[in-house]
């Protein structure tokens, strides 16, 4: 428990950069950026860094896309004052097992939370962050239930520190169910007893510059992330440890330059230079993902809003692990928390490598402010390779994003780099019994559409892979009642070298199918409702035994007593469907929250 303060500590700074330090600037941070509405922008997909296409050129109504002076992220709000609701909250809970026997818990809770935002030109960024504290009743009145607390939120955040430089940095603290082989889901309405619990933290940070030289547009950024799980207690079967493949830690490094001038201004078509170096180190057997790339690009305007990009480059990738500690007989070892234990003194073999010539061609398109869209199709990995992004803002109340996306990583990257692709403003959506952060947002502003991490805590295995998805996001405000639609797809194939443990891994593949659907909005000037359901399917390669599909509906209403304070009651069902676990669960809650 003693990391829960400084845990929180980063999340809110991640997210609320000091204004004062922008003063030396002349900046106002409630400076906006001009009246009118631009297109969403979608969650970068490109595999490097910077987008490479169509930097520069005009939409299908005259106004010219890139360029900038980077003080912002594209897309986010243009103004938003500074906005802090603190929160208590004192709650009784139900839950009634129905399969796959009978068995009632009743049990308390208290939670202490914050939910926070500005948004400016040259600053800004949301929080949403909760503490929370089981009380058990006992064996009679509370079995399976024990006294415990938890910390989980989301931030994201940026600031100007000078003309074309800006720092973001972003954080997350999450509670997911996890089997000892990996599979993951966020956590539902329902407990989760200590031997399934895992807590995935996360923190991010780097500046990002982008400038003018003469014609040319020069930008460049670094990332450095740090995640961590906090694995369940040790498995015992038959006084059998059962052995946990759970990432650790892994610490991800990132940086992209690229220097490209833009159609018409210079040449009748735009070029680009760039390049790019990645790095992850994950504590289980050492493992190493090293990648470095340099490519050039052309784009091809071919009508209004219309451009042919591509490019071709050199890559280097190489994915490394050592082995585990043996025995004299040559089994492995396994460490007093179920975790196998690496063997510094083993030689580091090689997972994966590739080397030689890249190259992608593509589309472009950006028929108006409200709309772009980008395809691209080509040879990485050894492979075919595909990955674009989807963008339309039907208008002011509602958006639409999609993205395809390939990569090689492992869980760390992943979770960095979708946490640096959530919109700047916010606002997070929570279980409605548990008050757990459920993986999904709702952006404010221009970036209105609805977004989940689903696909990025789908799995938390060890070993490195190749990530490739797709993920559809759609929101919509009609009166006063905010919809919000997320489906996605992800796949991971896991490396692991010969003559390690990981070879036992490699080749395998993990697929998860997710989506999350949110109804809710104000019933009067004094009341209000959530709707909320769930559904995913994990198909974990490698044994049957591990696939599981998870169900669950909530429903919440809450409605104010008088001044800051209001009651709460909320109802959930849960199910998880497989050959380990098969269990029903349903939960009932009645509480008090008081708003500062």
């Not at 940026?158 to 997350?172: C, H, M, Q, R």
């Not at 080509?378 to 996306?405: E, P």
């Not at 035994?545 to 809450?558: E, F, K, M, P, V």
């Not at 998880?576 to 098969?582: G, K, N, P, R, Y």
Request: charged share 20%; with cysteine.
């Amino acid at each position: 428990m003693t990391r829960l303060p400084v845990i929180a500590a980063l999340l809110s700074a991640g997210a609320l950069f000091p204004a004062p330090a922008f003063a030396q600037y002349n900046w106002s941070d409630d400076q906006v950026t001009g009246g009118r509405e631009t297109a969403s922008a979608p969650a970068s997909t490109s595999p490097y860094g910077a987008d490479p296409g169509g930097q520069g050129y005009e939409d299908g109504e005259g106004d010219s896309y890139g360029g900038g002076d980077g003080s912002r992220p594209s897309g986010a709000p243009t103004r938003q004052r500074l906005r802090i609701d603190p929160y208590i909250e004192a709650n009784q809970i139900v839950t009634q097992r129905i399969e796959p026997d009978s068995e009632t818990s009743v049990y308390g809770s208290v939670a202490a939370g914050v939910d926070a935002s500005v948004q400016g030109r040259r600053a800004g960024g949301s929080v949403s962050l909760r503490y929370d504290r089981v009380i058990s009743y006992g064996d009679d009145l509370s079995p399976n239930v024990g006294d415990g607390d938890s910390l989980s939120g989301i931030a994201r955040g940026y600031g100007a520190i000078a003309p074309g430089v800006t720092i973001e940095a972003g954080g997350l603290a999450a509670r997911t169910r996890v089997d000892s082989g990996g599979g993951a889901t966020v956590a539902s309405g329902q407990p989760i007893d200590a031997d399934n619990e895992a807590r995935v933290y996360s923190v991010y940070a780097g500046p990002s510059i982008s400038t003018r030289m003469g014609a040319a547009e020069v930008s460049a950024n670094y990332r450095f992330g740090y995640n961590r799980v906090e694995e369940p207690a040790v498995g015992v079967v038959d006084n059998t440890v059962t052995p946990i493949d759970v990432a650790q830690e892994s610490v991800v490094h990132s940086a992209n330059a690229r220097v490209g001038i833009a159609p018409q201004a210079v040449l009748p078509v735009g070029v680009g230079i760039g390049g790019g170096a990645y790095q992850e180190d994950v504590s289980n057997s050492d493992q190493r993902v090293r990648d470095l790339y340099a490519r050039a690009d052309v784009t091809v305007p071919v009508g209004p809003g219309l451009a042919v990009v591509g490019g071709v480059g050199y890559e280097n990738v190489e994915v490394s692990n050592r082995d585990v500690v043996r025995d004299t007989n040559g089994d492995p070892v396994l460490g007093a928390d179920g975790r196998y234990q690496t063997d510094e003194n083993s030689p580091r073999r090689i997972a994966f490598e590739t080397e030689g010539l890249i190259w992608d061609v593509g589309v472009v398109w950006k028929p108006s402010r409200r709309t772009q869209l980008e395809a691209h199709y080509g040879r990485r990995y050894d492979s075919d390779s595909y990955y674009g992004t989807f963008s339309w803002q039907a208008s002011s109340r509602s958006a639409v994003n999609a993205s395809v996306y390939n990569s090689i990583s492992g869980f760390g990257g992943v979770i960095t780099n979708s946490l640096a692709n959530l919109p700047v403003g916010f606002e997070a959506s929570r279980n409605a019994l548990t008050g757990d952060f459920t993986g999904c947002v709702t952006g404010t502003g221009t970036e209105g559409s609805a977004d989940c991490l689903g696909g990025a805590l789908s799995s938390v295995r060890s070993a490195a892979f190749r990530n490739q998805g797709a993920n559809l996001a759609y929101s919509t405000q009609m009166g006063r009642l905010s919809t919000g639609l997320t489906l996605g797809y992800d796949r991971r194939e896991f490396f692991g070298a010969q003559g390690t443990l990981l070879e036992l891994a490699d080749g395998t593949v993990d697929q998860s199918y997710y989506a999350n659907i949110s109804v809710g909005g104000p019933l009067d000037p004094f009341s209000g409702f959530n709707l909320n359901a769930y559904a995913s399917y994990l198909d974990k390669g490698g044994s049957d035994l591990a696939d599981a599909l998870l169900l669950g509906a909530s429903a919440a209403y809450n409605r104010t007593l008088f001044n800051n304070l209001s009651a709460r009651a909320a109802v959930s069902i849960d199910r998880i469907d497989s050959d380990l676990v098969d269990e029903t669960n349903a939960s009932a809650l009645i509480g008090l929250r008081y708003d500062f």
